[in-house]
């Protein structure tokens, strides 16, 4: 009798578990658009840009975020990373546009322009991105890969 009881109180417990503990999708995050930081374009130990960050959010639920978090790789080499403390809401199956300052080692630089001298073409380069945004509910990691055309970017297209 009491084995059953046990039984039965944690097949209760796991079901209310399971209806606090929701499943929530990552967010989807791709670059937009690239800017030069507005202190000046090259400071300290890199370039300082601003990445313009499309994030989507696939679920029923906002997104309430108090901060982003993003590294980058260019052609499968260390680029660029940063950090921001901004805070807002990405709403239920909907998106929002997130600046992060991002700063761009000179060692990224330099892979990249040995990239063009071995007659890679840069016109389109591949990056992956990862990071986390940080939400009341806990960080919430994302991934992406995607192609970048260069000349569309620096114009405000992609």
Known sequence: MVRSLILLTAAALGLAGCAIFKRTDPPQVTVVGIEPAASGAIQGLGAHMQLKLRVKNPNDTPIEYDGISVEIDVQNKSFASGMSNQSGTVPAFGETVILVPVEISYMGLAGQAMGLMSGKSLDKVTYEMHG???????????????????????????
């Open 132 to 158: 986390k945004l940080s939400s009341t509910s806990g960080a919430l990691g994302f991934k992406s890969k995607d192609e970048l055309n260069l000349a569309n970017i620096m114009t405000g297209g992609k």
